[in-house]
Every structure is written in structure tokens, then in C-alpha cells.
């Protein structure tokens, strides 16, 4: 096989091409298979080849070398890796310049998203997302977080400040982890005036599962959507949850008590001041455009350095989308 052919395959390999969906693409560019210059085996033991490289290089390694190299080109380029006891990867982040020009730009309003786990290492992908002029996804940085832990979650955060150069946003949004809420309020000495709310979208998910037998009712679906964002005044709220709980004898529910103790954090009419509209809104669509883009060639036996090629090729793209968007 000649090299310019074997950059070829790294190449798609890189996009998240998979090898019979490269092979075949080769092959229609050449008129056919006979014209490729090498078999289908010999085309898919190349790209056998190419994973293991990665896997017995280490795959954390082979991306932190990556991410070295990305250095070299973009002396803006920010990573850190954080290390257990036992020497292994725990947590990575990066963001490259461009990303942190449009956190000076948009970096009001911060969705932090963890709903993104499918890779082989089951390794959460955190995403710090924002939102354009255009109302457009912009990604701010990302990370991994290889668990769920109060520290791991600080560390991410604190990292995240350093590469922003101390910028805080107005407002964060997250999903309803008690886990990301302890690292948001741990730090809230670096994030002073930020204000943390839960997304409605992630909110009335995990309602669904907590309403059992009251799933059906639309008079109970009515009263707790319009606790969400109907209500007009904070005694309109008052009355509604009040009207709501005694109903539907609720008085005794766990999670509906603690949900009311999160008031502000995610009723509407009690955060009128915050400038978090655009987020607000469009929070649902923030964490499931975003995992869509990522994730449609992702799957569990996906590695880092994988995942890494297939996250830039959705940036970059992104990007070209904003540069049409500005045109237009």
C-alpha cells in the first residue's frame, strides 16, 4: 500500500469514517475495487492496525501527544491532565483559542452538559456550550471526568476558569446532579456572582419518572408545567405549588419537597432578573443538538483518541456553519 494511500485512510479514519465505508469510497473515486491499488483485507487490516497503534501507544497518551502537538500550532491552546494515585488519567480538559475568543464574546450564559458517556471507557464528556449571535451551539471547551465526584467536578470547573482567564458567566445551566450542584457551590468563591440553574428540559424528564399513576392526569401535568413557567407573580407560584401538593396529596413526597427547596433554580417567575433567556429557552435543544452532532459516530468501543478526532470535526464544522451564518 503507498503512503499517499495510507494518509488517505488515516485521514477518514480520523473524521470517523468507518474502514468498509472508506474502502468503498476509495473505490467509487477510482471506478471501482480493481482500482484502488489495494484488496478490501488488506484495506481493513490496515485500519486494524491503525487502533491497536493507538491502543498499545496507550490511548490516554496517544491523546495528551495530540493535544501537545495542537500546542505547537495554536500557542493559545489550552489542556490539563489531571492523574489518580496510581498514575492513570483522571480527568482531561482542553479548549483551543478560538473557543476562548467566543467565551469572551457569549460567555454570559453556560450550559454544562455530562449526558454524553458513550465511549469504551464509560468516561463522562463534559461539554461547556454556548450560544452564538446566529443562535448557534458554540463550544467554550470540553472535557473528561472519569467519575461523578464533588472533587472531580471542582477540578473541572477550576480548570475551566483558569483557561477563561478568571471569566465567570452570568448564569450555568445543568442537569438535576446533586454531584455538579456541590461543585458549583464549592467554588462559588471563584464563581462570585454566577447563578446556577437546573434545565427545564432535564427537569421534566426526571419528573416524568417521579409521577407514577399521575403521568395520565392532565389536570396534575397543567398545574406542574405551570409551576415551571406559567406562573405570572411569586404568590401565583406560591399558590399554584400549594393548590398542586395538597390535590394531589404530595405533602409526603420526597422528591417533590426537595424539588420546591430548588425553587429559584429553576422557576421562571422567581428569576426574572437573570439574563439566562436564550438559554432558558433553548436549553433542551443546547444538550440534545450538541450530543446528537458528537455523538452520531460515537458508540461504546469508541476510544479518546477516536472520540477526539470525531469532537473536532464537529467544531470545525460548527465553525463553517457560523462563517456561512455571518455571511448571509
Known amino acids: 500500500m503507498i503512503e499517499p494511500k495510507q494518509e488517505t485512510i488515516e485521514a477518514m479514519s480520523e473524521c470517523g469514517i468507518r474502514p468498509m465505508e472508506s474502502f468503498r469510497y476509495m473505490s467509487t473515486e477510482t471506478d471501482g475495487e480493481d482500482g484502488v491499488g489495494h484488496t478490501m483485507i488488506d484495506h481493513l487490516n490496515y485500519c486494524y492496525k491503525l487502533k491497536n497503534k493507538q491502543i498499545d501507544g496507550k490511548d490516554s497518551q496517544t491523546l495528551v501527544n495530540k493535544l501537545y502537538d495542537l500546542q505547537l500550532i495554536d500557542p493559545e491552546f489550552f489542556f490539563r491532565v489531571r492523574l489518580n494515585d496510581e498514575g ?6 482542553w479548549r483551543d483559542s478560538m473557543m476562548r475568543e467566543d467565551y469572551k464574546i457569549y460567555g454570559d450564559v453556560l450550559v454544562f452538559d455530562t449526558s454524553l458517556r458513550r465511549n469504551k471507557y464509560s468516561l463522562i464528556c463534559a461539554q461547556f456550550v454556548g450560544i452564538n449571535n446566529h443562535w448557534k451551539n458554540t463550544m467554550f471547551a470540553c472535557a473528561f471526568v472519569g467519575d461523578e465526584t464533588t472533587d472531580s467536578f471542582v477540578w473541572v470547573f477550576e480548570t475551566f476558569l483558569k483557561a477563561m482567564g478568571g471569566k465567570h458567566p452570568i448564569s450555568i445551566f445543568t442537569d438535576q446532579d446533586a454531584t455538579i450542584a456541590a461543585g458549583i457551590e464549592q467554588v462559588s468563591q471563584v464563581f462570585p456572582s454566577s ?6 428540559w432535564h427537569l421534566s424528564k426526571n419528573a416524568n419518572s417521579r ?3 399521575l403521568k395520565s392526569d392532565k389536570n396534575f401535568k397543567n398545574a406542574f408545567y405551570k409551576c415551571l413557567s406559567g406562573c405570572i407573580t411569586p404568590n401565583d407560584f ?12 404530595l405533602e409526603k413526597d420526597d422528591w417533590f419537597n426537595r424539588l ?21 429557552i433553548l436549553s433542551s435543544q443546547r444538550r440534545e443538538s450538541t450530543n446528537h452532532a458528537v455523538g452520531f459516530k460515537v458508540n461504546k468501543s469508541t476510544t479518546l483518541t477516536e472520540f477526539y478526532s470525531i469532537f473536532q470535526v464537529t467544531i470545525n464544522r460548527w465553525r463553517k456553519t457560523e462563517e456561512k451564518n455571518e455571511f448571509d
Do not use: Q
Not at 267 to 279: G, Q
Open 88 to 93: 492513570k488519567v483522571e480527568c482531561l480538559f
Open 195 to 200: 447563578i446556577h440553574r437546573l434545565c427545564l
Open 211 to 213: 409521577f407514577g399513576l
Open 238 to 249: 406560591e399558590e399554584t405549588w400549594k393548590s398542586m401538593i395538597n390535590t394531589f396529596k
Open 260 to 280: 420546591y427547596t430548588l425553587k429559584e433554580k429553576w422557576c421562571t417567575t422567581l428569576s426574572k432578573y437573570i439574563f439566562f433567556f436564550p438559554a432558558d
